[in-house]
């Protein structure tokens, strides 16, 4: 063997490493589970837990933090939800379940690969040619990414999808077979790694068979298989866990994953905030030299999101206990809400970033119309004649269109002209004594062309309309494109509180899983205070479930647009934190009524209390010690017919005693019988259990 100091790496690279822990050779194997934990377990028979508690079962070691190719597989995940994220505009229903299902397949295969890793990987030559192929198919997820559209499917790319997932579940298939290999001498243990990896296998065949049923021409709803797929993987997989010590949880640092991921996605939060901020600066400074600062709405909204971004880590981070200090089957509801947490709380954080530039597009749009307003006002109290109305609206209008080019350059281009022609071909008296008729015509004509102009402004922004809004270009199609962007900003409202709400309410659900012990009155009551308010959230929702009257601009439905949107999430989150930090009263006003209880309570109770845990000590004590209910009884003066177990009579008891006192072995048997009785009266006399 070659001496270790001359490797050239800092540790030698095996070519199949193991976590198996070989037994000692005084028979004492290394333990998995710490014994500190083992009275926060459900005492419960599982299929092989007796068998495995002997020495002939595989014991694994466990690593107490990530590895760094578990910390680089992640980096992975963060590309590809930064990818899609900033591809898919969550615009419709349609693109809204998209943007789930996208999510859902993406974190159900990083999920299925930790939890083999935070278990069984070794670093060695086998196990980074399998995370080689692990970080394979997250470039092709990736690459799918930005053409994943369920309601528009490209066959090739759906079926190379599927074949993504099935190479994902063989690689782990083949991974949990090398361990099952590894612990083929133990008796027991084999039978739960052996169904892990079929498990696998399966989920590997039904997605290689279905990449078959994607064709040129037709649309497959069998996608559907995926989500479901995965669904039900993680279920049987974390259930699994349950059953087995082999494939348990406990001891390793599968909580530590779930944090780091909640960190990679508050991270992409940060980074869709930036890139909302620098869209808020290169509209402020560059296209309008007359801003000189943010108007307070902006600084407000900026501020809010930051804060709330804050406000989500401490909360998740300040609610996280010992991850050790919960049960088999707690750790695995934990880990499973861990799903819907992740997904709102991306929904949550694009919405949160869309109000800022939602705020500026507002600001940006009512400027200009303002502009225009203005201007064809001051024209109107001169006398104007038609051609002087046109000219003032175009030179407004053009080069708001440079600053601000739309969409389609050259439809629109037309549509102005056209527009701005129509008005030049009024009669000139039609200013000084207007009919109904051109005076409808004239306001409809503005109004399209001040709908041209918010629709470049959204353009700007990046603010495409759904896809259900196709104007056919024909009279007014620039205000069916804006109302289809509002349209699209009251799913961003619906989902942003709703998310909201989700979030908070999953917090609070992983935070009670986690807090075992300490369910004060008090902290009770924050408890609910806290679902309460996310409970509130989520129904705010239900101001925009009708949109004709938002259209209508009715009263109730005014907070959808305002500044007070975001404003109000944030203060909410704040008051929670706040109500988190709050001192715990003192124990005596939480259990005071407790005590009180006990008060009330009659004498007569408190003694057959006392009287029956004095039987119980001294029933326990005959049967440790069958000579000491017939010295008690000699000493006092009292039988022991109670205790319902008395020693057998010894003849001569009194006549016996003193010739036992001659002997040394005897005096000392007495000795400690008399300090046995003193400890048991004294246990008796101070309520001692």
């Known amino acids: 063997m070659v001496h270790p100091d001359l490797d050239y790496t800092g540790e030698r690279l095996q070519w199949v490493g193991s976590r198996v822990v070989e037994p000692s050779e005084g028979g004492s194997g290394h333990r998995v589970m710490p014994t500190r934990h083992h009275h926060h377990h459900h005492q419960r028979k599982d299929f092989d837990l007796d068998k495995e508690q002997s020495h002939d079962a595989p014991e694994f070691s466990k690593n107490e933090a990530a590895t760094n190719f578990e910390l680089f597989y992640d980096l992975w995940f963060v590309a590809n939800l930064n990818v899609f994220t900033g591809i898919h505009d969550v615009s419709d229903l349609a693109q809204f379940n998209s943007f789930i299902g996208f999510m859902v397949l993406l974190w159900t295969t990083w999920l299925l690969t930790t939890l083999y890793d935070v278990r069984f990987t070794a670093d060695s030559v086998w196990e980074r040619v399998c995370k080689a192929m692990h970080l394979g198919v997250m470039i092709g997820f990736a690459e799918i990414g930005t053409h994943f559209d369920p309601n528009n499917q490209i066959p090739s790319v759906f079926q190379t999808m599927s074949l993504f997932l099935a190479v994902s579940r063989f690689v782990l298939a083949v991974q949990y077979g090398m361990v099952l290999f590894q612990i083929r001498k133990y008796a027991h243990g084999k039978r ?8 696998h296998l399966c989920a590997a065949a039904i997605y290689l068979g279905i990449s078959f049923r994607f064709d040129l021409g037709r649309t497959s709803r069998v996608f559907l298989v995926w989500y479901i797929g995965g669904l039900v993987e993680m279920a049987l997989h974390l259930s699994i866990s349950q059953l087995s010590h082999v494939l348990t949880f406990l001891g390793t640092h599968l909580g530590e994953r779930m944090n780091l991921l909640t960190l990679v996605i508050l991270g992409e939060g940060c980074i869709i905030l930036a890139k909302s901020i620098t869209l808020v600066v290169k509209d402020t400074f560059v296209k309008d030299a007359n801003y000189t600062m943010w108007s307070p709405t902006i600084i407000g909204l900026v501020t809010a999101s930051t804060a709330l971004i ?25 880990t499973s809400l861990h799903l819907p947490f992740h997904i709102a709380l991306i929904l949550l954080l694009e919405g949160a970033n869309q109000c800022i530039v939602w705020a500026r597009v507002s600001e940006s749009a009512t400027a200009a119309l303002q502009k225009v307003i203005s201007a064809v006002t001051k024209v109107l109290n001169n006398d104007p004649t038609s051609q002087q ?12 269109l440079k600053e601000y080019p739309p969409a389609d350059v050259l439809d629109t281009s037309e549509s102005v002209n056209n527009l701005l022609a129509h008005i030049a071909n009024f009669p000139d008296s039609v200013w000084a004594h207007p009919e109904s008729d051109t ?16 629709s470049a402004v959204y353009n700007a922004f990046d603010i495409a309309p759904p896809e259900d809004a196709n104007p056919t270009k024909a009279e007014h199609w620039q205000s069916e494109i804006v109302n289809g962007i509002v349209r699209r900003f009251l799913l961003i409202y619906v989902y942003l509180f709703a998310c909201a709400g989700i979030v908070l309410l999953m917090m609070t659900i992983m935070h009670v899983i986690s807090k075992r012990k300490g369910w004060s009155p008090f902290n009770i009551f924050r408890t609910v205070v806290c679902i309460a308010i996310a409970i509130v959230l989520a129904l705010l929702t239900i101001i925009a479930s009708n949109q004709d009257a938002f259209f209508r601009q009715e009263s109730y439905t005014t907070f959808i647009g305002s500044p007070w949107m975001l404003p109000t999430i944030t203060l909410c989150y704040f008051f929670v934190l706040v109500l988190t930090h709050l001192p715990h009263p003192s124990a005596s006003w939480c259990t005071g009524h407790l005590r009180e209880g006990r008060r009330r309570r009659g004498y007569k109770e408190v003694e057959e209390q006392r009287d029956a845990r004095e039987a119980h000590l001294l029933g326990e004590m005959a049967r440790q010690n ?21 020693s057998p009579p010894l003849a001569g008891y009194d006549a016996y005693r003193p010739a036992r006192a001659s002997s040394e072995a005897g005096r000392q048997r007495r000795s400690r019988d008399r300090r046995r009785s003193s400890s048991l009266r004294d246990r008796i006399q101070y309520g001692d259990p």
């Open 389 to 400: 109305v046109s000219d003032s609206l175009k030179n407004q209008i053009d080069p708001f």
């Open 310 to 334: 804050y406000i989500v880590f401490q909360l998740y981070f300040d609610w996280m206990h010992d991850e050790h200090s919960m049960s088999k089957r707690y750790q695995v509801w934990w």
């Open 439 to 454: 005076q409808e015509h004239f306001n409809s004509d503005v109004t399209e062309l001040l709908n041209t102009m918010i």
């Open 192 to 199: 739960p790694m052996l169904v892990t990896a079929l498990l």
């Open 626 to 646: 069958p000579r000491v209910d017939d010295f008690e009884d000699r000493r006092t003066g009292y039988a022991s017919d109670g205790h319902g177990m008395r």
